[in-house]
């Protein structure tokens, strides 16, 4: 089974600050990774994923995130965030063989002026 | 390219009441989501359809819960009767190719939110 532990439930930050949401995972076969990001009343958008190669993916609006094997991680981190990126994080995982995602239970970043 | 619409945006009900939900894909996307997100949690898959077959609906709770995708297109989801914990967002999401794998990104709508008075 696979399962995804976001280890923050809420997450305040000043703007222009950086930024890191973390994301755990766990699963018995080799795994697909994502971000996702829901603004409110919106559906949720993809930020970015991790298929294979480069561990070090980069995505929209100036994320990124680093898939971690050991440790089994994939945390999403942005250098300098902006007002309206505040917004609620979900990270999730699919597998080989698997078709859905499993999604954790979400981070909200709240960026303060 | 227009995105994926639902409707209703919101729906309240009571308790024993049905309940049908709408959602349209984004053109030409063979295959269709539906997830359940209660507040607090991340969504969780409810139905995944490709074209007009379902592929895993093991996580529907078939004695209440039913879905259809009429001709590979529209799909509508049907709660008879309703719970109190059935309150939710219900998302509908498509992604593009015929295979539904883990590599096609999946386009979320902006959901249904139900409460069940």
């Known amino acids: 089974a696979q399962s995804v532990t976001q280890l923050d439930s809420q997450v305040p930050v000043f703007e222009e600050a950086p930024v890191e949401l973390r994301c755990n995972y766990s699963?018995?076969?080799?795994?697909?990774l994502f971000w996702y990001v829901q603004y409110p009343n919106q559906g949720l958008q993809l930020l970015l994923k991790?298929?294979?190669?480069?561990?070090l993916v980069k995505g929209i609006n100036g994320f990124e995130a680093e898939f971690n094997k050991s440790q089994t991680s994939f945390h999403l981190r942005k250098p300098s965030v902006h007002i309206s990126d505040t917004a609620e994080y979900f990270c999730a995982v699919t597998g080989a063989g698997r078709r859905a995602l499993t999604f954790g239970s979400g981070t909200r970043l709240q960026v303060q002026p | 390219e227009a995105g994926v619409a639902q409707s209703p945006r919101y729906k309240i009900i009571e308790k024993r009441q049905s309940v049908a939900f709408w959602c349209n894909p984004i053109s030409g996307h063979a295959t269709l989501y539906w997830y359940q997100q209660i507040l607090g949690q991340g969504p969780k898959l409810l139905i995944q359809f490709q074209n007009n077959g379902v592929v895993d609906d093991s996580q529907l709770p078939k004695d209440r819960f039913s879905a259809e995708r009429l001709k590979g297109v529209d799909s509508t989801l049907k709660i008879q009767p309703a719970k109190l914990e059935d309150s939710a967002v219900y998302l509908c999401a498509s992604s593009s190719t015929g295979s539904g794998g883990p590599t096609d990104t999946q386009y979320f709508g902006p959901g249904t939110r139900l409460t069940v008075l």
């Open positions: 699963s018995s076969v080799s795994v697909y």
């Open positions: 991790y298929l294979s190669g480069s561990t």
